[in-house]
């Protein structure tokens, strides 16, 4: 039994080493990712964003944010791991090896006399006679005097010196680590606990397994269910104007599962109050259209009725019944507006070419939802157009703090008709004309001006190519090159958007996609981020070297180039580099889109004229230049075709929509009626400076 003690005595030992293999390093991990989070400090500091609950630094919220389950186990193990510590560190000083001479506090040399000597003073401490107290008594008995025996006796003394041990050779004894009242266990009580021990270590993690593979096989890699990619696969069409996207996004599977209660008919039907300005029925049939709308899905009307009322910025009006589900919509909008546009630029053509115009409309809808601004906002008047105003409406105004729709009014009477107008402005110019025309206090003209400094200002410069070849021909890999450069007024180049009204982080995310306007098509596409400036250099130095060696560049130039590279990157740039095949024989008027998916007018558009000439065994069959970037266009090229090419165009809230007469496939789309139709983006402003 003693042999059982001292192995069951290392159990503790035992749990505390298994504990530490993961407990230390999912530390660390945590440690890590705080120290990261608390250096960024990246969010608008404008009184809007700092009232906001997301940015709200007082101590519930800083116990709401450490209370997370990882937090709380992590901290509970560390809290068994110290009573693990402690108890091990205890039970070492009571299971102390039996050692006569550091018991009587002796050398190992001591002679028999100066033993004698030390048990005399100790019993006088500790005797029974001279000491009542029990543990003193114990400790006498139990080791004072069998240490004075085990060196008074000579066998005994002699066992010790030689083999450590007053009773001589002991044999090598083989056990396991496990808890006492376990080796104690027979009959019944042993059926049970391997019952348990088979139902806890093996069937329980089964059970586990089974449940998460069933669920996981619901949603792809992006937590968004398989059902929703169908229904937005079927509803997605070529022609889907902006105003339309919101009706694909509300049938996700997942806003469909919202749960529907009796108690919510009386709030949506007040909601329904609230927000039917944005819902666009027709006032002449408008018993009908109320009906028609309320025949839907209950899960689909609740959804879009909770997502007006954000882009209205009626989140106050929201019932207390229905909060957690407008939370809900909320926290899911983001994962799946990324998959509807994913969706938008599915290859839906032997090309592998997507659909530019619904891609424009999701980005449009993205923007509205992250900067709570109704997408009647975007509707540009015809008197507001022939002044030179902004295509986007009123809505690049209204994503700034305290403007209004009668703000904007008053500033256009100044003749500020577009964001552009405003941020030309220095900075006390601004302020003065905010206070004195618009009637902001100094506070809000501050306010103002801290979302300024934090909008990006972003320029676009794109180029395609080949390599080792001057021309394309059919069939050749072509590389799109693209620097997407992000400016700040503070410098920052990675920062979160200022959108006080949306109840979750979300990073800022670009896209890039090289399009053809004319033919309403997506020939590549690509998400762009400004968060990971390492990973970013990474990517931008693996690009510049591959490409320079293929072309047999030295290595002292593929060196330069690389630390240019690095050097643009960390100034707020990001390298774009995807390849797509050359078409068939033709010149192709590309515009490559930098669309932004939080901010509203800070979009880019930069065109580039693409020739490629026909597929024969010497070689390519051009007569000029395959390659014109930037609006250069051959000599003999249609002077019609540029200005059409040129122009800018139009958001389809301009105009009243009609979907069944926009068809992608008819090339009349490249006309300027028809691309306003269209529906691309608004806010594109198209760079100036020639390549």
């Given at each position: 039994?003693?042999?059982?003690?001292?192995?069951?005595?290392?159990?503790?030992?035992?749990?505390?080493?298994?504990?530490?293999?993961?407990?230390?390093?999912?530390?660390?991990?945590?440690?890590?990712?705080?120290?990261?989070r608390?250096?960024?400090?990246?969010?608008?500091?404008?009184?809007?964003c700092?009232?906001?609950?997301?940015?709200?630094?007082?101590?519930?919220?800083?116990?709401?944010?450490?209370?997370?389950?990882?937090?709380?186990?992590?901290?509970?193990?560390?809290?068994?791991?110290?009573?693990?510590?402690?108890?091990?560190?205890?039970?070492?000083?009571?299971?102390?090896?039996?050692?006569?001479?550091?018991?009587?506090?002796?050398?190992?040399?001591?002679?028999?006399?100066?033993?004698?000597?030390?048990?005399?003073?100790l019993?006088?401490?500790?005797?029974?006679?001279?000491?009542?107290?029990?543990?003193?008594?114990?400790?006498?008995?139990?080791?004072?005097?069998?240490?004075?025996?085990?060196?008074?006796?000579?066998?005994?003394?002699?066992?010790?010196?030689?083999?450590?041990?007053?009773?001589?050779?002991?044999?090598?004894?083989?056990?396991?680590?496990?808890p006492?009242?376990?080796?104690?266990?027979?009959?019944?009580?042993?059926?049970?606990?391997?019952?348990?021990?088979?139902?806890?270590?093996?069937?329980l993690?089964?059970?586990?397994?089974?449940?998460?593979?069933?669920?996981?096989?619901?949603?792809?890699?992006?937590?968004?269910?398989?059902?929703?990619?169908?229904?937005?696969?079927?509803?997605?069409?070529?022609?889907?104007?902006?105003?339309?996207?919101?009706?694909?996004?509300?049938?996700?599977?997942?806003?469909?599962?919202?749960?529907?209660?009796?108690?919510?008919?009386?709030?949506?039907?007040?909601?329904?109050?609230?927000?039917?300005?944005?819902?666009?029925?027709?006032?002449?049939n408008?018993?009908?259209?109320?009906?028609?709308?309320?025949?839907?899905?209950?899960?689909?009307?609740?959804?879009?009725?909770?997502?007006?009322?954000?882009?209205?910025?009626?989140?106050?009006?929201?019932p207390?019944?229905?909060?957690?589900?407008?939370?809900?919509?909320l926290?899911?909008?983001?994962?799946?507006?990324?998959?509807?546009m994913?969706?938008?630029?599915?290859?839906?053509?032997?090309?592998?070419?997507?659909?530019?115009?619904?891609?424009?409309?999701?980005?449009?809808?993205?923007?509205?939802?992250?900067?709570?601004?109704?997408?009647?906002?975007?509707?540009?008047?015809?008197?507001?157009?022939?002044?030179?105003?902004?295509?986007?409406?009123?809505?690049?105004?209204?994503?700034?703090?305290?403007?209004?729709?009668?703000?904007?009014?008053?500033?256009?009477?100044?003749?500020?008709?577009s964001?552009?107008?405003?941020?030309?402005?220095?900075?006390?110019?601004?302020?003065?004309?905010?206070?004195?025309?618009?009637?902001?206090?100094?506070?809000?003209?501050?306010?103002?001006?801290?979302?300024?400094?934090?909008?990006?200002?972003?320029?676009?410069?794109?180029?395609?190519?080949?390599?080792?070849?001057?021309?394309?021909?059919?069939?050749?890999?072509?590389?799109?090159?693209?620097?997407?450069?992000?400016?700040?007024?503070?410098?920052?180049?990675?920062?979160?958007?200022?959108?006080p009204?949306?109840?979750?982080?979300?990073?800022?995310?670009?896209?890039?996609?090289?399009?053809?306007?004319?033919?309403?098509?997506?020939?590549?596409?690509?998400?762009?981020?400004?968060?990971?400036?390492?990973?970013?250099i990474s990517?931008?130095?693996?690009?510049?070297?591959?490409?320079?060696?293929?072309?047999?560049?030295?290595?002292?130039?593929?060196?330069?180039?690389?630390?240019?590279?690095?050097?643009?990157?960390?100034a707020?740039?990001?390298?774009?580099?995807?390849?797509?095949?050359?078409?068939?024989?033709?010149?192709?008027?590309?515009?490559?889109?930098?669309?932004?998916?939080?901010?509203?007018?800070?979009?880019?558009k930069?065109?580039?004229?693409?020739?490629?000439?026909?597929?024969?065994?010497?070689?390519?069959?051009?007569?000029?230049?395959?390659?014109?970037?930037?609006?250069?266009?051959?000599?003999?090229?249609?002077?019609?075709?540029?200005?059409?090419?040129?122009?800018?165009?139009?958001?389809?809230?301009?105009?009243?929509?009609?979907?069944?007469?926009?068809?992608?496939?008819?090339?009349?789309?490249?006309?300027?009626?028809?691309?306003?139709?269209?529906?691309?983006?608004?806010?594109?402003?198209?760079?100036?400076?020639?390549?």
């Amino acid at each position: 039994m003693a042999a059982s003690e001292e192995m069951s005595s290392l159990f503790p030992i035992f749990i505390l080493s298994v504990l530490g293999l993961f407990v230390i390093p999912w530390t660390i991990y945590q440690l890590t990712k705080a120290v990261q989070r608390h250096t960024k400090s990246m969010h608008c500091r404008c009184s809007l964003c700092l009232r906001s609950p997301k940015y709200q630094t007082s101590l519930l919220k800083r116990i709401g944010k450490f209370s997370t389950c990882s937090n709380v186990t992590l901290v509970l193990l560390w809290i068994v791991m110290s009573f693990l510590v402690y108890y091990i560190k205890t039970m070492t000083r009571e299971i102390q090896p039996f050692e006569p001479f550091s018991i009587l506090g002796l050398d190992a040399s001591a002679s028999e006399t100066e033993i004698k000597k030390a048990y005399r003073k100790l019993s006088i401490l500790y005797h029974p006679d001279k000491n009542p107290d029990p543990e003193a008594n114990k400790y006498f008995v139990d080791y004072i005097s069998k240490a004075y025996q085990a060196l008074t006796d000579p066998v005994a003394r002699e066992n010790f010196a030689k083999w450590g041990h007053p009773d001589g050779r002991q044999g090598m004894q083989m056990g396991i680590a496990l808890p006492l009242f376990l080796l104690d266990m027979h009959g019944a009580a042993a059926g049970i606990l391997l019952l348990g021990l088979v139902g806890f270590g093996i069937l329980l993690p089964l059970m586990v397994a089974v449940v998460y593979l069933s669920r996981s096989s619901k949603y792809t890699g992006n937590y968004v269910m398989h059902q929703t990619l169908s229904s937005y696969y079927y509803f997605m069409k070529p022609s889907l104007a902006p105003s339309k996207v919101m009706d694909v996004l509300i049938r996700a599977a997942e806003f469909i599962e919202i749960p529907i209660r009796r108690s919510d008919n009386e709030p949506l039907q007040k909601l329904f109050i609230t927000v039917r300005s944005e819902l666009n029925l027709d006032p002449k049939n408008l018993k009908q259209e109320q009906t028609k709308f309320w025949k839907q899905h209950p899960a689909v009307i609740k959804t879009e009725l909770l997502l007006l009322a954000h882009l209205t910025r009626q989140s106050a009006a929201v019932p207390d019944g229905l909060k957690a589900d407008f939370a809900h919509v909320l926290r899911l909008t983001p994962r799946l507006l990324e998959e509807l546009m994913k969706m938008a630029m599915f290859a839906r053509n032997a090309e592998g070419h997507g659909w530019l115009r619904p891609a424009l409309g999701v980005m449009e809808l993205s923007q509205s939802i992250f900067q709570a601004v109704p997408l009647s906002a975007r509707k540009v008047s015809e008197r507001a157009a022939a002044s030179g105003g902004s295509l986007d409406g009123v809505a690049p105004f209204l994503q700034l703090p305290h403007f209004t729709d009668a703000v904007v009014k008053k500033l256009g009477r100044k003749k500020i008709r577009s964001l552009q107008d405003l941020k030309e402005l220095n900075p006390k110019e601004r302020a003065e004309l905010l206070i004195t025309v618009g009637g902001f206090s100094e506070q809000e003209a501050v306010d103002v001006e801290l979302v300024l400094n934090i909008m990006p200002a972003i320029s676009l410069e794109a180029v395609c190519e080949t390599e080792g070849e001057e021309g394309v021909q059919e069939g050749d890999i072509v590389t799109l090159r693209a620097w997407i450069t992000l400016k700040r007024g503070n410098n920052l180049v990675s920062a979160h958007p200022h959108a006080p009204y949306f109840p979750y982080l979300k990073d800022e995310t670009c896209w890039l996609l090289l399009a053809d306007i004319g033919l309403n098509s997506v020939w590549v596409s690509q998400k762009v981020t400004f968060i990971d400036e390492g990973a970013a250099i990474s990517q931008a130095s693996k690009a510049i070297h591959e490409s320079l060696e293929g072309t047999g560049a030295s290595d002292s130039e593929i060196n330069i180039a690389v630390k240019e590279a690095i050097a643009r990157v960390k100034a707020g740039s990001r390298l774009v580099m995807v390849k797509f095949q050359a078409p068939s024989e033709g010149t192709y008027n590309l515009t490559a889109f930098c669309l932004s998916d939080t901010w509203i007018g800070c979009d880019k558009k930069f065109n580039i004229k693409f020739k490629v000439g026909k597929k024969t065994r010497t070689g390519v069959i051009v007569e000029e230049s395959a390659l014109i970037e930037n609006g250069q266009h051959d000599e003999d090229a249609n002077e019609d075709e540029d200005e059409d090419y040129d122009e800018e165009y139009e958001s389809e809230y301009s105009e009243d929509e009609d979907d069944e007469d926009s068809k992608a496939s008819k090339k009349s789309i490249a006309e300027p009626k028809d691309v306003s139709d269209g529906g691309t983006s608004s806010g594109i402003d198209s760079d100036d400076n020639d390549k």
